[in-house]
């Protein structure tokens, strides 16, 4: 059997790297699984390795480079003593102590690792629409977040995907540094809540493309234009714009805790007291249990709470 750790961190980004270096000061000797490269679901680093420049992270005031800031937090992480493992768990038992967890075959007889403790940091992902072009323009023009990036579009024209409330605040917060913001919906009328919609309404700044999908976006090196597509006529049409927001939702990295750890009606784990799940030992920090605020700044500030309500845990239960 192996070594029972004191506590296992699974998933990386600004969460799980801050409750890395914070368990690590406190001599807990954590094992961060950061998951591996080729995976969508747990990128090592977590989104921000998807994104260019941040400009909002406090400490940086002329930006960094959404990569480098990961592997800052990483290389804090190992100072401190953490040992990292570049692999994707594929099972965890956490329904006694110590906690298993699988790496690899899942119909192993013997876990690969053991731990009192567990902090869960696998973050989500934003849903996007499917086309080739997403993956070599995100960042270049195309992006999931407008609190992070709306900044860098300034008096440009923009297009936002979606129809519910996330899109209806991404559009709104946009108005703010662009030129026009076209909202780009499958139907004629909008999901979101009655005041998000008459605020829309009101805003001379937005535009309006009902009955429509982003069937391609074009651009080599970043993005200058997309076409849309009639749902009812299937006729196509181009859209002048030069920056592309998707709107459409985030699906939290949580399949791996289904039938153990609490989730709510749209899949975020949840949490009470601080980082607390409903298993006794197991904590959760970041995006993968947080739908409100998504931002690297607060992912860390949880991943801190998660790592000090662990200690505590820890301490309190003899480990």
């Given at each position: 059997m192996p070594e029972i750790r004191n506590v296992i961190i699974i998933g990386s980004g600004p969460a799980g790297l801050t409750s890395a270096?914070?368990?690590?000061?406190a001599n807990l000797a954590p094992l961060l699984i950061e998951g591996e490269p080729s995976?969508?679901?747990?990128?090592?680093g977590g989104q921000l390795m998807l994104t260019t420049e941040v400009e909002n992270f406090p400490g940086?005031?002329?930006g960094i480079m959404g990569p480098e800031l990961m592997m800052k937090f990483r290389e804090q992480a190992l100072r401190f003593g953490t040992e990292i493992v570049t692999r994707k768990v594929s099972k965890v038992d956490l329904s006694a102590r110590p906690f298993k967890v699988w790496i690899g075959d899942t119909d192993a007889p013997e876990p690969t690792h053991l731990a009192h403790s567990v902090i869960v940091s696998t973050g989500a992902r934003s849903l996007m629409l499917g086309l080739e072009e997403?993956?070599?323009?995100?960042?270049h023009g195309l992006s999931t977040c407008a609190t992070c990036d709306g900044?860098?579009?300034r008096d440009h024209d923009i297009a936002v995907v979606g129809g519910g409330d996330s899109a209806i605040e991404e559009a709104l917060f946009l108005t703010k540094f662009a030129k026009t913001v076209t909202l780009v919906h499958r139907r004629d009328e909008l999901r979101a809540s009655k005041i998000m919609q008459d605020r829309l309404f009101a805003n001379e700044k937005i535009r309006f493309a009902w009955n429509s999908t982003?069937?391609?976006i074009q651009?080599?090196?970043?993005?200058?234009?997309?076409t849309l597509t009639d749902t009812i006529t299937g006729e196509e049409r181009p859209l002048a714009v030069t920056g592309v927001f998707v709107a459409i939702g985030h699906r939290p990295n949580t399949d791996l805790f289904a039938g153990q750890l609490t989730t709510d009606e749209n899949g975020y784990l949840v949490t009470h007291n601080g980082s607390l799940t409903n298993i006794e030992g197991v904590f959760a920090c970041g995006d993968v249990q947080d739908h409100v605020y998504r931002q690297a700044i607060t992912a860390a500030g949880s991943g801190c709470m998660a790592a000090i309500d662990c200690e505590r845990w820890l301490e309190a239960n003899h480990h």
């Amino acid at each position: 059997m192996p070594e029972i750790r004191n506590v296992i961190i699974i998933g990386s980004g600004p969460a799980g790297l801050t409750s890395a270096i914070y368990t690590a000061r406190a001599n807990l000797a954590p094992l961060l699984i950061e998951g591996e490269p080729s995976s969508t679901s747990d990128q090592p680093g977590g989104q921000l390795m998807l994104t260019t420049e941040v400009e909002n992270f406090p400490g940086w005031p002329d930006g960094i480079m959404g990569p480098e800031l990961m592997m800052k937090f990483r290389e804090q992480a190992l100072r401190f003593g953490t040992e990292i493992v570049t692999r994707k768990v594929s099972k965890v038992d956490l329904s006694a102590r110590p906690f298993k967890v699988w790496i690899g075959d899942t119909d192993a007889p013997e876990p690969t690792h053991l731990a009192h403790s567990v902090i869960v940091s696998t973050g989500a992902r934003s849903l996007m629409l499917g086309l080739e072009e997403e993956t070599r323009l995100l960042g270049h023009g195309l992006s999931t977040c407008a609190t992070c990036d709306g900044f860098f579009f300034r008096d440009h024209d923009i297009a936002v995907v979606g129809g519910g409330d996330s899109a209806i605040e991404e559009a709104l917060f946009l108005t703010k540094f662009a030129k026009t913001v076209t909202l780009v919906h499958r139907r004629d009328e909008l999901r979101a809540s009655k005041i998000m919609q008459d605020r829309l309404f009101a805003n001379e700044k937005i535009r309006f493309a009902w009955n429509s999908t982003v069937s391609a976006i074009q651009g080599g090196q970043t993005v200058e234009g997309v076409t849309l597509t009639d749902t009812i006529t299937g006729e196509e049409r181009p859209l002048a714009v030069t920056g592309v927001f998707v709107a459409i939702g985030h699906r939290p990295n949580t399949d791996l805790f289904a039938g153990q750890l609490t989730t709510d009606e749209n899949g975020y784990l949840v949490t009470h007291n601080g980082s607390l799940t409903n298993i006794e030992g197991v904590f959760a920090c970041g995006d993968v249990q947080d739908h409100v605020y998504r931002q690297a700044i607060t992912a860390a500030g949880s991943g801190c709470m998660a790592a000090i309500d662990c200690e505590r845990w820890l301490e309190a239960n003899h480990h």
